[in-house]
């Protein structure tokens, strides 16, 4: 069909918890065949969402590239573009060149994949990650997964977690301008290797403004939101002090910020601004900060706490720990 609407159609699958799981693009000569004649002469452009299912979902599927899943419920939708969106795909390769942390997967996410960062994780579900992590750090020295802390394991998950999280959300902003929507982020759970995380988006909406002080207060709306809630479900797991897990996401924001300056330093003075915004704002004042410049000028992260990571056997002390500077915590600089 070809009514002149600029818009992107999509089939969305979605969850007992009304989340987005699925979300797969379908050409416009597509979508007659997919709803009733009445409601093609009742909304012409097919605006409305549609409900899928039986022949319907299966030709949607064919037409769309996507294998349904029993345990969602399917729609043909259709969203108006936005001026100064980009395609997702092509953001993808431009910050996956940035470093691992900045890398993010589009393959539609299946069974196995979860949406960590939208409403509140299962306590089962984060308590079955946390005790791989275990496993995988003993394998290094030989050792049981009971020879590794679970507070170790699990600050160590949720280092890992935040890091994956912020580094994409954070360039996306800052570089294009654009929204990389966190709560549409997906983690492949039970997985034995590096932590994978996959978009199911296809394009990246504009941020109404790029200032730093926006492009801060929507980071803190949305990603250090969303971590919040793991941070809240990692507790009600074991015991782990919340102090510790709030430098994580202190630490992994200031390392993404550290690597997207170096990466583009035609962009330094706005990373450097929205960090700092950051750092000193609601959900990670006290977690660390900006205590002096090094040789080039550039800032230097020190949190108030550490990760445990020294605990494990053959580990070691990172270079932003508080346990490595004697005297502890020494303050920020200015502003």
Known sequence: MDCGCDVRREIEGFGPDEGLYQ???IRAGEVEALVDPVDLEADPCLLEGYPLSGERLERAA????????????????????????????SLLADLGRINTF??????????GWEPVMRGEPTGPRLAAEVEGVRARIAARFGGRPEDVEWRVAASLFHQSLSSRVLSPVLAAAILYGVRMDPFHLFLRTGHDGPMTLRTIDHEAGPLPDRSPEAIAAWVEATALAGLSRVVHALREVGRISPRLLNGNTSSSLAGAARALAEARPERREVVEAVARRLLEGPSLKGGGGHTEADGHGRPVFRRTTCCLYYRVPNGGKCGDCVLLHRGGFRGLIPS
Do not use: C, I, N
């Open 23 to 25: 979300r797969s693009p």
């Open 62 to 89: 064919r037409a769309a590239g996507f294998t349904p899943r029993a345990d969602l419920d399917y729609f043909l939708s259709a969203h108006r573009r936005e001026p100064g969106s980009v395609p997702m795909a």
């Open 102 to 111: 900045f890398a993010l997967e589009s393959t539609p996410p299946g069974p």
